[in-house]
């Protein structure tokens, strides 16, 4: 499976192993000052960069916030659509006759008696949204006498 080797194959390899050698001589470390120097100078870069990033966002931003409140001449409509004021399928007999007491879902139902009836307008006069209460009844209180 392997190919047999030719000369010139174990020439380059001798020849290489050669230069390494030579080049493993030759070759030293950097005195640890200049190791020293080379990280200090990168990493007065990094935090150049850094810095010169944080002030581009920065004045980025409130350029960006004086624009968009330069900008405020126009009113800005409702988020959603108005609601109809008429509606068809409700006829509108019924829509002008509100009901004479309006109470909540979760109270039971109580009468007014006729005499404490609230003085005012006709009921056809009254608009829709007027709430009509009934007054608190008395109970009597033990004075203590």
Do not use: F, I
Not at 23 to 31: F, V, W
Not at 75 to 99: F, I, K, L, Q
């Amino acid at each position: 499976m392997t190919e047999p080797r030719t000369p010139a194959d174990d020439r380059l390899a001798g020849a290489l192993k050669r230069a390494a050698d030579t080049g493993a001589l030759a070759a030293a470390p950097a005195p640890a000052g200049q190791v020293s120097a080379r990280g200090a100078r990168r990493r007065r870069r990094v935090y150049a960069v850094t810095a010169a990033l944080a002030v581009c966002l920065v004045s980025g931003g409130a350029a960006l916030a004086s624009v968009q409140l330069g900008r405020g001449g126009a009113p800005v409509g409702p988020a959603v659509p108005p609601s109809p004021t008429r509606s068809a399928s409700v006829p509108e007999s019924s829509r002008t006759s509100p009901s004479p007491v309006t109470r909540s879902p979760l109270t039971p139902a109580t009468r007014t008696p006729p005499s404490l009836t609230p003085s005012g307008p006709p009921a056809s006069s009254r608009s829709s949204t007027a709430l009509v209460t009934t007054p608190p009844t008395a109970t009597p209180t033990d004075t203590g006498g």
